[in-house]
């Protein structure tokens, strides 16, 4: 019998550290877990049920009406999932997405320009604080942006848009630099 695929994550050791004095990082992070969670259950209630659940380490972005995504950066155990699934019936859906999507760190003082030459979110801090996000595009891939701190995105895209999207953050970043605008 052959032997089962192993995983591998996408971007394996992928980091971009920009020029000296530029101030920008990109790195792909854990690929621990994501849940995409649709239903009528606030923010609130999800997250009490995350703690009982195991994953209180986990954080909540909107996706969408009553739409929600749970990251974190810990593989989630079959039984974790077993039990918010059986706590959320009823009340949500809860779909398991960790193996369809990777995470994406963007950070430094440069970040929000960065981001700005890829999408038309407004990202200034008055309008999009830490904690919101929001879906959108970045060139022609669809991805969510979230404000993890004052100069720091976390990017979720499909799985197999992820290496595109790297190559397209780190080709922007690097023509920012070359012009001396990043």
Not at 46 to 56: N, R, S
Request: glycine share 10%; with cysteine; hydrophobic share 45%.
């Amino acid at each position: 019998m052959p032997d089962l695929p192993q995983h591998r994550p996408v971007l394996a050791g992928a980091r971009y550290n920009g020029m000296a004095g530029s101030g920008l990082r990109l790195e792909a992070l854990p690929e621990g877990h994501l849940l995409h969670v649709l239903g009528a259950i606030q923010p609130a209630a999800l997250a009490a049920e995350l703690v009982k659940a195991g994953l209180a380490n986990s954080s909540i972005r909107t996706a969408g009406f009553r739409q929600w995504f749970v990251a974190g950066d810990a593989p989630l155990p079959p039984a974790g999932l077993d039990v918010l699934t059986t706590a959320l019936a009823g009340k949500a859906f809860v779909m398991d997405q960790s193996h369809g999507r990777v995470r994406i760190g963007v950070s430094g003082r440069s970040s929000r320009l960065l981001l700005s030459k890829g999408t038309a979110v407004d990202l200034d801090p008055s309008v999009f604080p830490e904690g919101s996000s929001a879906m959108t595009m970045v060139g022609q891939i669809s991805v969510q942006i979230v404000r993890t701190g004052n100069d720091s995105f976390e990017l979720t895209v499909p799985r197999s848009f992820a290496e595109s999207l790297w190559d397209e953050l780190c080709d922007m970043a690097a023509s920012a630099e070359k012009d001396g605008g990043v």
